[in-house]
């Protein structure tokens, strides 16, 4: 079975940084995109990036473009997601996602539906 288990979540203050991690297992882990999404209360899945597993390109949200840094080390089956500037707005659970495919395909619901248990984010001072 797949597996996802982020973590590395916590309470920071506005303006400090966090770096998620998220442990894969039960697939050929280098072989497909994965993505990081979150989910605020009250509000829906937002997508926040995506690594492709064939060139490693890597893609961001607006909404954290210039701060997040999506890596992924396919010797240890791990994804990463470094955040800097972290604001109230980021606070949500944060996932890990692995797609059915090896490039990204603009974060389709089919790319996010496998995800893993979050990591719960909270940004206040």
């Known amino acids: 079975d797949v597996q996802l288990q982020a973590s590395g979540g916590g309470l920071v203050q506005p303006g400090g940084s966090l770096r998620l991690s998220c442990a894969g297992s039960?697939?050929?882990?280098?072989?497909?995109?994965l993505s990081w999404v979150r989910q605020a209360p009250g509000k829906e899945i937002e997508w926040i990036s995506s690594?492709?597993?064939?060139?490693?390109?890597?893609y961001y949200a607006d909404s954290v473009k210039g701060r997040a840094t999506i890596t992924r080390d396919n010797t240890k089956n791990m994804l990463y997601l470094q955040m800097n500037g972290l604001n109230p707005e980021d606070t949500a659970v944060y996932y890990c996602?692995?797609?059915?495919?090896?490039?990204?395909?603009?974060?389709?619901?089919?790319?996010?539906?496998?995800r893993g248990q979050g990591t719960p984010v909270t940004v206040s001072s």
């Open positions: 996602a692995k797609s059915p495919y090896s490039r990204w395909h603009g974060g389709t619901p089919t790319e996010l539906a496998t």
């Open positions: 039960g697939f050929d882990f280098s072989r497909y995109a």
């Open positions: 690594i492709s597993s064939t060139d490693g390109r890597t």
